[in-house]
Nanobody, 126 residues
Framework: QVQVVESGGGLVQAGGSLTLSCTAS????????MSWFRQAPGKEREGVSC????????YYADSVKGRFTISRDDAKNTLYLQMNSLKPEDTAMYYC???????????????????WGQGTQVTVSS
């Protein structure tokens, strides 16, 4: 059974930084692409970022490009999302997802995923 658990969410002031972590189990972590998604109340789920196996090619949503950085530590089975210059519109529940493929593709956000975490709330105050 694949299990994904997010952590690191919280309240931060606009312009501040926050780093999210995601730990996965039940899979050979380094063999799979991993992604971050987010969903705000009343809005559709949005793909934030994807990172290929072993820290390969990455993708970012236009809304976060240049501000967020995705990374992974395969030895720790952990995925990270470093968020800088946070804006109130970044407020959302953030989810970690384990892909069923090894590499991210251009359509990564619409592809099926093997497992999803329960989410960690990020709130950015004005």
């Amino acid at each position: 059974q694949v299990q994904v658990v997010e952590s690191g969410g919280g309240l931060v002031q606009a312009g501040g930084s926050l780093t999210l972590s995601c730990t996965a189990s039940g899979l050979t972590f380094g063999n799979y692409a991993m992604s971050w998604f987010r969903q705000a109340p009343g809005k559709e789920r949005e793909g934030v970022s994807c990172i290929s196996q072993r820290g390969g090619a990455t993708y970012y949503a236009d809304s976060v490009k240049g501000r967020f950085t995705i990374s992974r530590d395969d030895a720790k089975n952990t995925l990270y999302l470093q968020m800088n210059s946070l804006k109130p519109e970044d407020t959302a529940m953030y989810y970690c997802a384990a892909a069923i493929s090894t590499y991210c593709s251009a359509s990564w956000s619409s592809r099926p995923y093997a497992a999803w975490g329960q989410g960690t709330q990020v709130t950015v105050s004005s």
